[in-house]
Structure formats: C-alpha cells, structure tokens
C-alpha cells in the first residue's frame, strides 16, 4: 500500500486506512452484502490518497516495499523519472523533487501494482490514474497512453527508465 496513507492514518483497524472516502466505500459494500445484493468485498491495495503539502504527494496502489515483499525483488520493475512541471519552468521554481514512480510486475503483462507521483496536482493525476489500476492497467496501456500536454499527468504516460538500468 502506499506509504502516504500510512503516514497520515494509525494502523487501528487492521493496518486499514482510515480515510473518509474508504470508510465509506466499504460501507456500502458492506450493506450490499448484508441484504444479499452482493458479495464484493472492499479492496484496500488500490486506495488512493494524497498528502496536501505545498509540493503534493499522491499514490494509489502498492509501495515498491510492498510489492517486492509480495511478489519478490525480481517479480517487479520500477519505472521512475523526474520531470519539470510547466508552471515551475515559468515561475523558474526548483523542481528537484518533482518525481513519478511505477511499480509493475516484471514479465508477463507487466500489470502495474503502484503509482507514486511528487508535484503539481498529484492528488488529481492519482485519482485519474485509480480508475486504470481498478481495470487491471499495464505499463503498455500507460505507454500507449496519449499524454494531454502541458499537464503533469502527461510525464506518467512517458516514464520509460527503470530503476534497474542505473
């Protein structure tokens, strides 16, 4: 899971987080298997949530600890990169810290298991992104994602480096 919903919430309910919009997520799901309407249960892997500091911080999905944990150190490939927004270019900001990370598996469809996204509207681009990891997303439907420019969105869709390459 990743690492922004756990350093905001406690562990409390079950290593869970505790985030509104979760809460009532399952709740709902919970009901409609109450009443025999359903049997679906709450996936707590592809929560996203945000950190609302000036630079923004937003994941969805697992953190590279976590999925090297679940699916071995060779079982997965990070893709990462920084990038400059184009508001930091105008302004002449620092954009040092601006970073994308994407945990997929190796092999196989590469189906992506995390996003991790440091910058401008981050809360926004993981929302966005939340949907494709529900629909079972790969690094080729990301890679043959048109990116809409200039947005920080688009640097997701051209993340090509990965962490093994050096």
């Known amino acids: 899971r990743c690492t922004a ?5 406690k562990p409390a309910l079950g290593g869970r987080p505790e985030l509104t919009p979760t809460a009532i997520k399952a709740g709902k799901l919970l009901a409609r298997r109450l009443t025999g309407q359903s049997t679906e249960l709450m996936n707590y ?10 630079l923004e911080y ?3 999905g697992l953190s590279e600890e976590e999925a090297e944990k679940r699916h071995g150190k060779d079982g997965i490939e990070i893709y990462h990169a920084f990038y ?7 302004a002449e900001r620092d954009a040092s810290q601006c970073y994308i990370k994407v945990v997929c598996e190796q092999g196989g469809t ?6 991790h996204f440091t910058g401008p509207n981050a809360g926004e681009v993981a929302q966005g992104f939340a949907v494709g990891f529900q629909c079972g997303a790969t690094y080729s439907h990301l890679i043959q ?9 688009e ?7 990965t962490k093994r390459s050096g």
Do not use: R
């Open 110 to 115: 590469g189906k992506i298991l995390g996003l």
């Open 5 to 9: 919903s756990w350093a905001l919430t």
């Open 84 to 90: 400059k927004p184009l508001e930091f270019t105008v």
């Open 58 to 60: 937003s994941c969805v």
């Open 155 to 161: 640097e997701v869709v051209k993340v090509h480096i």
């Open 145 to 153: 994602t048109v990116g809409i420019h200039p947005t920080c969105a």
């Open 45 to 54: 892997d592809n929560v996203p949530t945000t950190v609302f500091t000036p």
